[in-house]
């Protein structure tokens, strides 16, 4: 919900200034909607859905932060009919995006490399990491990660590995997944 509001709040003041973003900003939000509402109902759904749903996130955060950050996306591979659980991927952008850009903190980034080879898949999702730096952490934590890792441990038993890294100036997760 947090996502939606914020996304709204900059369509609408980018609808003050007439932007030629806003037009795109509507359709990444009615695409993303739309999976949400709809797709993500299923237990598994295809690979390529949820691949679309991750651009769609990227591409409205890339609008958001307004060339603040910088955001690199790297796909390698094909999705080729693979089934995943939705929405299974948006905790680990969710959190890189919410923890890792803090605009007091110099410049942030957020990289996400996603390597895809017949049924095994590999996420890693990092980013700047400015509690590490002298800056307060968000006392705002959620319990994203650990939602993540109970849907792992029911859609996913001994076929996933988790790892989370949190160095001094970065941060990462980076998900294993062997997909049915």
Known sequence: PHFLFNTLN??????????DLAPEMVLKISEIMRYMLYDSNERLVPLQKELAYVENYIALQEIRQGGGTKIEMNITG?????LIA???????LENSFKHGVDKSAGESWVKIDLNIEGDELDLKVSNNNPTKNGLPKSESGGI???????RLELL???????LIDEQENTYSTSLKLLLQ
Request: glycine content about 6%; hydrophobic content about 35%; charged content about 20%.
């Open 10 to 19: 900059n369509l609408y003041s980018l609808t003050l200034k007439k932007s």
């Open 78 to 82: 094909h999705a080729n009919g693979q």
């Open 86 to 92: 939705p929405l299974l991927f948006i905790p680990f």
């Open 144 to 150: 994203g990660l650990t939602n993540v890792k109970r």
């Open 156 to 162: 996913y038993p001994e076929r996933y590995d988790l």
